[in-house]
């Protein structure tokens, strides 16, 4: 059943928690994502199975949350996601952030330092506003405001608003230093066509952590959806947990 975060002003954020042992798995969607993809729903079950604490969410716009898709920034979204794991969850978090949600992860971690004890990113793509956008994209969400792209996910096409890209210029990440020091796991398949891998090494890089692994998966595209990267995230997760 999808409860609802009530919020003053702001639109009503849906999510599912699920009480258990140990710190609480937090799963950030990627972008036009939702909390009912595959990796989430794998996590989800491999949590109801070993009793664990995890929290999917829907931010503004996207799911089953209130609110327009366009109008939201990722500046937003990290509200969005602070809002959720202060106000669904206690104690520490493990937070396992999917493409976009690997940004929203890594922003999360350095918002609540005191409560985030692990990160898992799987094709996490911090900082895509700037390496994601050449010049011509550039002038036209300059001069339109708005670039609509065919999605190779879904039939509803890829939007990016110009407030989304100046609200990620904001929070980049990637050329300074990351602090964040716990462990961190990077899964990223080596045929991604959307975030190339050398992301993850730059991510990698710039983390403080001394605790940092990245799995380079052969075969794997961005979605990293099949059997095997299911079971490997889940493997990936459950051990960090462990350890």
Same mark, same amino acid.
């Given at each position: 059943?999808?409860?609802?975060?009530?919020?003053?002003?702001?639109?009503? @954020?849906?999510? +599912?928690?699920?009480?258990? =042992?140990?710190?609480? /798995?937090? $799963? @950030?969607?990627?972008?036009?994502? %939702?909390?009912?993809?595959?990796?989430?729903? &794998?996590?989800?079950?491999?949590?109801?199975?070993?009793?664990?604490?995890?929290?999917? @969410?829907?931010?503004?716009?996207?799911?089953?949350?209130?609110?327009? $898709?366009?109008?939201?920034?990722? =500046?937003?979204?990290?509200?969005?996601?602070?809002?959720?794991?202060?106000?669904?969850?206690?104690?520490?978090? /493990?937070?396992?952030?999917?493409?976009?949600?690997?940004?929203?992860?890594?922003? &999360?971690?350095? &918002?609540?330092?005191? #409560?985030?004890?692990?990160?898992?990113?799987?094709?996490?793509?911090?900082? $895509?506003? !700037?390496?994601?956008?050449?010049? *011509?994209?550039?002038?036209?969400? =300059?001069?339109?405001?708005?670039?609509? !792209?065919?999605?190779?996910?879904?039939?509803?096409?890829?939007?990016?608003?110009?407030?989304?890209? !100046?609200?990620?210029?904001?929070?980049?990440?990637?050329?300074?230093?990351?602090?964040?020091?716990?462990?961190? #796991?990077?899964? +990223?398949?080596?045929?991604?066509?959307?975030?190339?891998?050398?992301?993850?090494?730059?991510?990698?890089?710039?983390?403080?952590?001394?605790?940092?692994?990245?799995?380079? /998966?052969?075969?794997?595209?961005?979605?990293?959806?099949?059997?095997?990267?299911? %079971?490997?995230? /889940?493997? *990936?997760? &459950? +051990? @960090?947990?462990?350890?």
């Amino acid at each position: 059943m999808t409860d609802y975060l009530i919020r003053d002003g702001k639109a009503s @954020l849906a999510y +599912h928690y699920r009480p258990g =042992a140990g710190p609480t /798995v937090v $799963f @950030l969607p990627g972008y036009m994502s %939702n909390m009912q993809g595959g990796k989430a729903l &794998a996590l989800d079950a491999w949590a109801e199975a070993g009793k664990r604490a995890i929290l999917r @969410l829907d931010y503004a716009g996207c799911g089953e949350s209130e609110g327009v $898709f366009a109008e939201q920034t990722l =500046a937003s979204w990290h509200a969005d996601v602070l809002d959720l794991i202060d106000n669904v969850t206690t104690g520490p978090l /493990v937070l396992v952030g999917s493409s976009m949600g690997g940004w929203q992860m890594l922003l &999360a971690a350095l &918002a609540r330092p005191e #409560r985030v004890v692990g990160l898992v990113g799987i094709a996490a793509a911090p900082d $895509f506003t !700037e390496w994601g956008f050449d010049e *011509t994209m550039r002038e036209t969400l =300059a001069e339109d405001g708005l670039i609509v !792209e065919e999605s190779a996910y879904s039939e509803t096409p890829s939007i990016t608003t110009l407030g989304l890209w !100046e609200s990620g210029q904001d929070l980049l990440l990637l050329d300074g230093e990351i602090g964040f020091d716990g462990p961190v #796991r990077l899964i +990223h398949g080596l045929d991604d066509a959307d975030v190339p891998p050398s992301i993850a090494f730059r991510l990698g890089r710039a983390l403080r952590s001394v605790d940092v692994q990245t799995i380079l /998966v052969k075969g794997g595209d961005h979605r990293l959806s099949r059997p095997q990267d299911l %079971n490997l995230l /889940v493997r *990936t997760v &459950a +051990h @960090l947990i462990e350890t």
